[in-house]
């Protein structure tokens, strides 16, 4: 069974930059989409980014300040976060849609602080 996991969350000041990382334990075949969600403290999962074949899009809230790269030759998606502000606390989870199904890893926590 392949597994994503994300890394690069932590505590970071308003106006600060973080960068994740989404790395999967094995291939995934006919990937379609790659992206990153996130869940705010008492709120549902929301959309942040994707890549596609097609480009990428970008959730309103961050759009500007967030850029989503990849997959690089290993396969590993990126969210660069900049600009950081306290309303973009979460869980952030990598995603991955493939032909065989969507991949979730078990999220990375991101804290920016007032």
């Known amino acids: 069974q392949v597994q994503l996991v994300e890394s690069g969350g932590g505590l970071v000041q308003a106006g600060g930059s973080l960068r994740l990382s989404c790395a999967a334990s094995?291939?995934?075949?006919?990937?379609?989409?790659m992206g990153w969600y996130r869940q705010p403290p008492g709120k549902q999962r929301e959309w942040v980014a994707i890549?596609?074949?097609?480009?990428?899009k970008y959730a309103e809230s961050v759009k500007g300040r967030f850029t989503i790269s990849g997959p690089d030759a290993m396969d590993r998606t990126f969210l660069q976060m900049n600009s950081l502000r306290p309303e973009d606390t979460a869980v952030y989870y990598c995603?991955?849609?493939?032909?065989?199904?969507?991949?979730w890893g078990p999220g990375t926590q991101v804290t920016v602080s007032s």
């Open positions: 094995g291939n995934i075949p006919s990937v379609s989409v």
């Open positions: 890549v596609t074949t097609a480009g990428t």
């Open positions: 995603n991955v849609l493939s032909s065989r199904g969507t991949y």
